[in-house]
C-alpha cells in the first residue's frame, strides 16, 4: 500500500501516522506538502491531526484551500481512499468531501483523554479489520470535536450506513454519558458515500504499539493494507 | 515626547544610581534613551542574575555524561546510541499574574524556543505550578487562565505535556507560580551553541515581526507587584504558537544544513540581549540596522525595537555564502527572514536607525561589569520540634480528606487539556507513574521526567527543603527505574533585598548542592526568579513560599522496562525505608489541625542514595510490578494512590509498633518507597542483606475480588469512596456549574 501523508502548516501528528502506518505496511509513507498541486501515484492519501494554519479562522477552513486539496479531491473522486484524522477530518469537512461540521467542544475546553468508539460499519477498506459493534480504544485530543450536521444530513448518514464509529464506552454503551463533546448521535467519524473517505476525531495511529498502552488502532491501519494492497 | 536621559530615569528603568554611576563611567558620556534601555535590561535581575550568581556558581555542575551545563540556552546530557537530551525549566510568574493565558502560553513558547535553539527536537513539556488558596476569588480565574494557556500553546505545538505538579498555597494569592519545562532530543554532533564567530559574517532575523509588546518585561520581572499590576498589562507578551510551530520546523530543517554559525532566541529583553549575548559569547561586536528589522507596526523607535519582547522570534549568525539556502526554507515555511547585521571586529554593539547611531557600546564592559551583589543574608530560624499531636479525626477520615485535599487530589481535569499523546511515544502518561516516560523515537531508550518541590519544608528550613526537592525528584526518577541524570532548577523566591529572602535563597541552594553532590544528580540549566512578592495598599508585603523547583531527567536504556505506581491483584506490598512517623510540616498536620508547624522531615542523603540504588536494581531485575515513592501525605496515602491507580484493593497488616496510628500512617518520612511485588520475603531479605529498612505492608487483593483498601483495625474504605473523594476537588473548584453538556 502507498500512502501519502499531507503536511500543511501546523500539521503536528504526521510523525505518529508515518510510525502507524510504517508498522502496518513495513514501508514508510511519502510525505506531502501543502503547496504540491500533483500527487504521486498512491493508494491512500492521509490528512494527519494538528492545527493547520493555527486553527486561525475556523479548524480546517484554511488548509481546506490549499494548493494541494484540488489534486486530493480529484483523487476521491476518482475512487481514491482519504483518511482524515481530527484536523484532517475537519479539513474533509471544510473541503465538502465528507458532510457536516467541527464545532467547539461542548464543554467549551480542550479535551486529551481515551475514549472508547463503537464500529457502526464493518466491511469497509478503514473497518474490515473489525466487526460491527465491536469497541476499541483511541486516544481523543481536540477542542472542535463537536460534531454537527443538519437533521436530513444525520438521518440520511444513519439511514445510509455512513456513520462510521461512536463515541462509546468499554461495553459499547452509547448515550449522552458516552459523549464528550456534544456530537450529534455520539458521532465519531463518518464516511463519504462511497465509503472511500474517512474522517474521524480521536487518533487511532497513537495506540499501535503494546508500549503506550495498547494496540487497539492497529485493525485501522492493517485493515487498510489488506484493502489497499497493490 | 523624547524623555532626557538621566539618573531619575534610569531609576525609572530599574538601575541604582549606583549601577547608573557606572554607566555614565563605562560610556563616559550620558547614554542614550536606547542604550540606557540596554543596560537596563542587561543588567536586570532577570538578565544579569546579580543577587543570585554568587551562589549559583557553588552548584554542582558537571558528571561524565553532562555535555553542556549551564551557561548556555539549556543543559545537555548524554542518553546513550549518540543521542543528547537537552532541556531547561523556566519561570513566567510576573506575566501570568497579570494576564494568566498569555502569561503561561508564552512561558511554554519561550522555554521551547532555548530547547529546540540548541538543535533538539522538543519531546515533552512539563510544568511546576503554584496557586493562591482556593478560597481566594482570584485563583480559579488564574488556574483557568494558565491551564488554558499551556495547552492552548503546547497541544498547537505539537509536544506532548507529559507531566508536571501543582500547590495551592495563600502566600501565592497575588503572585501564582508557573515554571515551565521542555525536553528535546539532538544529536550529539549536531548541538548549536550561541557563540557568534566569524567577523563580516550576517546576522539574520527569522520568525514573528516585531512589534511594541512586551518592552521592558525583564525589567517587570525583575521587580515586585505592587497595587498597580493590572495597569503593567501592556509588558505581557502575546503568543502565537502555530507561529512557533513553523519556526521549530524551519530551524529543525535549516539545522540539517551546516549554515548556522550559532543561533539564539530572543527571549527576554529580546533583541538586546540575543545580540548582546551572541557577540559577547563570541567576543565580537556586531553591528545592528533596525530599519531592516521586520516590523509588525509603524513608526517604531529604535529604543522599543532593541526592548520589544515580542514571541516567536530568533537571531542566527549565517555562513555568508549560505544564506539564500536558510531563506529558501523560512520562505518555504512563510517566515520572514532578514539580514539585519554584521559581525565586526570592534568589540562594541553599535545599533543604527534611519541614518543614526542609536547605539554604541563597548560589550566586555558591559557584560564584565554587570552588578554583582552580595547581599546581606539572615537565617530562617528553625522550628521547634512538634511535640506530641493528638488525632482527632481518625485514620479513615484522615485518609479521605487528604486525597481530596488541593494538594493531594486528582490531576486528571488538568492533564484532560493539555495533548499528552502527540507523537506516539508518551510510555507513561501523567499521573500513571512517578515520572513520565517518553520514548525516544526511533530507539529503544525512554526518559523520565519530573518537576518536584515541597516549598512548605523550604520555608520552615531552606537548606533540608533545598536538599529534599532535589532528593524528590531523584526518587521519582528512580521509582520509574530510571538512571537519574541531571536536573534543572527554577529557583522562585521573594525580594532578594530582604535578607531573610537571600537566607532562604542561600540555604536552599546549599542544600540542593549537598543532595546534587550525593545523588551525582547535578544541574545543568536552570532559572532563577526573584521579586515573587505583592504589596498590598497598605505597604505591606507578602512574599512568596520560597520555591526552588527542580525538573529532573532520568534514562532507561529500555523504556518497556518502566514501571508505573498502578497496584495490580495478587502482589505484596513492601515499604522500603525508615518511618518515623515525622507529622512535621505534614499534609495531615495542615488538612487536619490547620497547622503548618514544626520541622520537615530529615533528608538523610546517603540513606537515599542506598534506598534509591536499591530499589532500580530490583527494577531492572524486573522484579517490581509497580513502585510510588512515599511523598506528600506518607504512607497510607501513598498507599491509596497506588490502589486508586491500578483500581486493585488492598489488605493493610501492620503489627502495633508503639507508634501513634496517624504518625505511622501520615507521616512524610523520606527516602521510601512502596514496591508491588510477587514475593515479598524474597525482597525484604535482599535488602536486609544490602543494609536496608523493608517491611512487608500487606497484600493486594485477588483477581476479581476488589475489596477496597482494608487497614490492619480491620475497617474497610472501599475504592469507590477514595476515587470520588480525590476526583471532586478539581471540577467542583474550577466547573461548579458541571461540565456544558447539550
Redesign the interface.
Known sequence: MRAGIVVF??T??E??MA??LQGATGTQAVMLWHRDTVLPALDLVVLP???S????LRCGAMAAHSPIMTAVRSFAEAGGHVLGVCNGFQILTEAGLLPGALLRN????????DCHLRVEREGTAFTRGWSAGDVFRA?L?H?DGNYVADRETLERLDGDGLVAFRYSDAAGRVD?GT?PN?SAGNIAGVFSRNLRVLGLMP?P??L??P???GIDGKPLFDGLVQALAA | MIRQVDQALAREFGLTPDEYQNVLAIMGRAPSLTELGIFSVMWSEHCSYKSSRAFLRTLPTTAPWVIHGPGENAGVVDIGEGLAAIFKMESHNHPSFIEPYQGAATGVGGILRDVFTMGARPIANLNALRFGSPDNPATRRIVDGVVRGIGGYGNCVGVPTVGGEVNFHPAYDGNPLVNAMTVGIARQDRIFLSAAAGIGNPVVYVGSRTGRDGIHGATMASAEFDEDAQAKRPTVQVGDPFVEKLLIEACLELMQTDAIVAIQDMGAAGLTSSSVEMAGKGAVGIDLDLDAVPQRERGMTAYEMMLSESQERMLMVLRPDRTEVAQAIFEKWELDFAIIGTLTDTGHIVVRHKGRVEADIPLGPLAEQAPLYHRPTAPTPLREPLGPVSDPVGIEAALVRLVGSPDCASRAWIWDQYDSTVGGQTVRRPGAADAAIVRVEGTRIGLALTTDCTPRYVAADARTGGAQAVAEAWRNLTATGARPLAITDNLNFGNPEKPEVMGQFADAVSGMAEACLALDFPVVSGNVSLYNETRAPDGSTVSILPTPAIGGLGVLEDAATAVGLALAPDLDLVLIGETAGHLGQSLWLREVHGLEDGPPPPVDLVAERRHGDFVRARIAAGEVAACHDVSDGGLLVAIAEMAMAGDTGIALDVPQSGMAPHAYWFGEDQGRYLLAVRDGDALIRAAHAAGITARKLGQSARSGRNTGLILSSGATISLARLLAAHARFFPEFMDPAGPVKR
Not at chain 1, 461542548?106 to 483523554?113: I, K, P, Y
Open positions: 502548516p501546523g503536528n501528528r510523525r505518529d510510525i502507524a491531526g494538528g492545527f494554519h493555527g486553527d486561525y461542548a464543554g467549551l475546553r480542550f479535551l486529551s483523554h486516544p485530543a477542542g449522552a459523549n456534544g487518533h495511529e497513537d499501535v504499539d508500549l503506550m498502552g
